[in-house]
């Protein structure tokens, strides 16, 4: 059973429930019997029990006190496909919207609930420039963007809305020039450009319009300034265009895009006591009545938290344009500030169009949840379900969408302890820039319906103590099942019942046996409990230094987990979206999720996700993507508008690509061309990936095919006459040696004829000679 200690104890047992409501705490498997005459004749009997264990003892189904949490919808409008035309205002994003739930703590319970990103939804989008002196041909490029954003938006909604507002910096030492000469013109003897308007912190200059012309016509009014030191006041004017809502023109129903252009890091807080500013910023629109921030010169510098809360409240999307050498700084502010992208801007903005397109489109293909008022006492963790259909537990974001699409998330949720009686507990889900939420009302079962008929003063508790749930409340200075016996009695008999086996201490040595029940001792470290005084809620494991590692309660040597938590001392979170790497893959597909951190099994792969691994086999395939998109506009990531997104490493390219660095990795590709594309990759100190790559793909002249052929074939023939010639040699000089040798042999026959003619001679006369002498 899941309430069986690693000791042997069965939990709601080993307690110290001396009511319904303490045994309804201890777990949620723990039920209360509250028969009068349960346990009579069997000695100490816990009415604190699993179901099945007070049945099988005698307990009446009817007397077991036994809450279950419960969850029910109150509002649970359909999701809407479109978002504009005649229903605009009646758009539903998120489903259900509204449910309340009953929860017994201890008890986890779940909800699903289902978002959509609908179609044609409209956008608001103010563009918020630095106007400092570095910015001015940024200024030149952007004075026509009003009528060609708005005509590349059109492709996207059908209703848009443009607007526009400037910064600078705090018109203040040490942060811009204050002599009385700068006054007017802080560019006074400034060679380079002489003529600039006064330092400002924020100027809104138009509210959001579809008239698309008014912003053209603005934007061509202004002018740079000049401040003194190089960060700028660029998160006042952000906090600014954020609440400053009736100003601004922020429509409820639209999607709220806050683009901010810059080129330097910007001032954060507490840099405003540099110049005596030691009022921290109070989150509120200061908007005179020529639109400009009046208390610039007052506070300090809004903080990262602070801009986070305002734009999460007004559901607005920040969109960071920066230049290449800011992107890993403005990077590291978007892990800090929800529902926030960074975008690299060339030097002169000339790219603007194409960035807030690309943000935009990445802004829509992602949902993410974020929960509002969350109560301390309820844990909750999130499993998504995205287009694959595939559980992701620990994680509340799904990416890769396309407009239109579905996705599931299941929420499930614990109630850790019960609240003050008469506290009512709410929370809201809603999407990271959604105006759409999900209200969440929570009441907790911790109170027993047999506490309602508790009699005072009742003859079963001897007249001094309340009878409740079929116990007896003694009053001070009585103890016992009926509040028979005084504080202080003491005898053999009772003493025995104090032990929890033969052998073993008295109420384990923690506490003193009266009436024959243990009365624990107090204790400086926590609570020390049971029947035999032998649990505590401190003696289990900790992290450094905290019990249960504060994601846990500590029962009688065991760490009960929140939710969300597990391990022997609950450090280890189940939460895996911080695991997830741009591309969408837990740890990069490079390694594990453990305790919500990336454990990289790859050899060699490195980084929070386990995105960064120059020795892994894919290491070339991967960057070779984005090579293909970056510089040719070509590849798989060309077509999805992930390029932006997916690659966001820095491409050198060079005439003549050197590979005698030890530290990068060659890789080498083959185009559809036929030629070859050479890129080198490594890992600068700075933690960012650097690709250094040629400028276009090497492509040698090939040869004509009837060049190759001709060419083939002629070596062949030439290959056999050689081989002709050599043989006809080697035949010739071994028939002239045949030759030699038979003429040789020829001249001997005829010597050894010639001198054999006398001797045949002769012998023929001297056979002659003999036969004729015989004759005669």
């Not at 998120?94 to 956008?123: A, C, H, N, W």
């Amino acid at each position: 059973m899941c309430c069986v200690l690693r000791y042997g104890l069965n939990m709601c047992m080993s307690g110290s429930a001396t009511s319904c409501e303490e045994c309804l705490l201890i777990h949620p498997s723990c039920a209360w019997c509250a028969q009068e005459d349960f346990g009579r004749g069997r000695g100490l009997t816990s009415r604190c029990d699993f179901i099945q264990n007070l049945q099988r003892r005698g307990c009446g189904a009817q007397f077991i006190e036994y809450p279950t949490s419960s969850i029910s919808v109150l509002k649970n409008m359909p999701l809407s496909s479109t978002g504009s035309g005649l229903a605009q205002f009646d758009v539903v994003q998120i489903m259900p919207q509204k449910i309340s739930l009953s929860l017994r703590p201890g008890e986890q319970t779940s909800f699903g609930l289902q978002v959509r990103q609908v179609e044609d939804y409209p956008v608001d989008l103010y563009y918020l420039m630095d106007l400092s002196l570095s910015m001015k041909d940024d200024l030149d490029t952007i004075r026509n963007l009003g009528t060609k954003l708005a005509h590349e938006m059109g492709k996207l909604t059908s209703n848009f809305r443009l607007g526009f507002g400037s910064f600078v910096d705090k018109n203040m030492s040490p942060f811009s020039y204050t002599a009385p000469k700068y006054q007017e013109n802080p560019c006074s003897g400034y060679k380079l450009f002489p003529n600039c308007v006064p330092t400002f912190g924020f100027r809104h200059i138009l509210p959001l319009t579809d008239k698309v012309d008014r912003f053209n016509e603005e934007v061509q009014k202004q002018m740079v300034s000049r401040n003194r030191d190089a960060p700028e006041g660029g998160f006042d004017a952000i906090l600014q265009a954020a609440v400053c809502k009736t100003e601004i023109g922020w429509r409820k129903e639209a999607y709220h895009l806050l683009v901010f252009a810059t080129d330097d890091v910007p001032h954060l807080a507490l840099d405003g006591r540099l110049g005596g500013l030691v009022e921290p910023h109070d989150g509120q629109c200061h908007l005179n009545d020529r639109n400009e921030y009046s208390a610039s010169t007052e506070m300090d510098y809004p903080s990262l938290a602070l801009l986070g809360e305002k734009l999460a409240e007004n559901n607005i999307f920040l969109i960071f344009a920066v230049t290449k050498r800011l992107y890993v700084i403005y990077k590291n502010f978007t892990a800090l500030i929800p529902g926030t992208t960074v975008e690299i801007l060339d030097q002169d903005s000339k790219n603007v169009i194409q960035l807030i397109i690309a943000a935009y489109n990445n802004i829509r293909s992602k949902v993410e949840l974020s929960v509002w008022d969350h109560p301390e006492d309820i844990s909750l963790s999130f499993t998504a379900t995205c287009q694959d259909g595939k559980p992701l537990p620990g994680l509340r974001k799904c990416a890769d969408l396309k407009i239109g699409d579905t996705v599931s998330f299941n929420v499930t949720v614990e109630a850790r302890g019960c609240p003050p009686r008469g506290t009512d507990q709410s929370f809201t889900i809603k999407p990271v820039g959604f105006k759409d939420r999900l209200e969440v009302a929570v009441d907790y079962q911790c109170d027993c319906g047999c506490s309602q008929t508790a009699q005072t003063n009742s003859s079963i508790c001897s007249s001094i103590g309340t009878y409740k749930c079929g116990t007896c409340h003694c009053e001070p200075g009585y103890l016992g099942a009926r509040c028979e016996c005084q504080e202080g009695e003491a005898s053999s008999m009772y003493q025995s019942a104090c032990r929890e086996a033969e052998g073993k201490q008295i109420c384990s040595g923690r506490g003193e046996c009266s009436c024959n029940q243990c009365r624990c001792f107090e204790s400086d470290f926590g609570k020390i409990y049971g029947s035999f005084c032998e649990c505590d809620d401190f003696s289990c494991p900790r992290h450094k230094g905290i019990l249960c590692s504060g994601h846990g309660e500590c029962h009688c040597g065991e760490c009960k987990c929140h939710a969300g938590y597990v391990g022997d001392n609950c450090n280890c979170s189940t939460e895996t979206s911080s695991c997830i790497s741009d591309d969408g893959k837990m740890c990069s597909g490079r390694g594990n999720c453990v305790c919500g951190r990336c454990q990289c099994t790859e050899p060699g792969a490195f980084g929070d996700t386990c995105e960064k691994c120059p020795t892994c086999p894919d290491a070339c395939g991967t960057k070779r993507e984005c090579i293909e998109c970056r510089l040719f506009d070509s590849g798989r990531l060309a077509d999805n508008q992930t390029c932006q997104r997916l690659c966001k490493d820095e491409i050198i390219t060079v005439e003549n690509l050197k590979t005698d660095d030890p530290g990068a990795v060659l890789c080498l590709y083959k185009t559809d061309n036929d030629c070859v594309m050479k890129f080198t990759y490594s890992e600068h100190a700075s933690g960012q990936s650097i690709l250094t790559a040629l400028k276009e793909p090497e492509c040698g002249g090939g040869p004509e095919a009837m060049t190759v052929l001709l060419a083939v074939v002629g070596s062949i023939l030439l290959v056999g006459v050689v081989l002709l010639a050599v043989w006809k040699l080697v035949i010739t000089i071994h028939d002239r040696r045949e030759f030699a040798r038979f003429q040789s042999a020829r001249s001997r026959a005829r010597y050894e004829m010639v001198r054999m003619i006398p001797s045949a001679v002769e012998h023929c006369l001297n056979v002659f000679g003999t036969k004729y002498n015989n004759t005669n």
